[in-house]
């Protein structure tokens, strides 16, 4: 299994920058793709975007341009670079790792932004 622990979120304006970092723990070799998920209030939990371990990315159409993700060269950390932010952005942001146990989950970070 495979122990996520989210960072970096907090309240900014409309328009403002924020980095969210997720750090790994476990069985760390066997992920094959990580990525970040979001749920707004009132909403579904969505896709933000997704990371492979050979680097291939993907990104939901309303954060591309905006958002970045990527991890560093050990896996264990993951990144979310998030620009140009707005109120849409509002949500709990949730790391996830993917490996053949299936998916785990971070307990999630407040990103809250004002307009």
């Given at each position: 299994?495979?122990?996520?622990?989210?960072?970096?979120?907090g309240?900014?304006?409309?328009g403002?920058s924020?980095?969210l970092?997720?750090?790994?723990?476990?069985?760390i070799p066997s992920?094959?793709?990580m990525?970040?998920?979001?749920?707004?209030?009132g909403?579904?939990?969505?896709?933000?975007a997704?990371?492979?371990?050979?680097g291939?990315?993907?990104?939901?159409?309303?954060?591309?341009?905006?958002?970045?993700?990527?991890?560093?060269?050990?896996?264990?950390t993951l990144?979310?670079?998030m620009?140009?932010l707005?109120?849409?952005?509002t949500?709990?942001?949730?790391c996830?790792?993917?490996?053949?146990?299936?998916?785990?989950?971070?307990?999630g970070?407040?990103?809250?932004v004002s307009?």
């Amino acid at each position: 299994q495979v122990q996520l622990v989210e960072s970096g979120g907090g309240l900014v304006q409309a328009g403002g920058s924020l980095r969210l970092s997720c750090t790994a723990s476990g069985n760390i070799p066997s992920i094959y793709a990580m990525g970040w998920y979001r749920r707004a209030p009132g909403k579904q939990r969505e896709l933000v975007a997704t990371i492979t371990t050979e680097g291939r990315t993907n990104y939901a159409d309303s954060m591309k341009g905006r958002f970045t993700i990527s991890r560093d060269g050990a896996k264990n950390t993951l990144f979310l670079q998030m620009n140009s932010l707005n109120s849409e952005d509002t949500a709990v942001y949730y790391c996830a790792s993917m490996g053949p146990y299936g998916t785990s989950w971070g307990q999630g970070t407040q990103v809250t932004v004002s307009s």
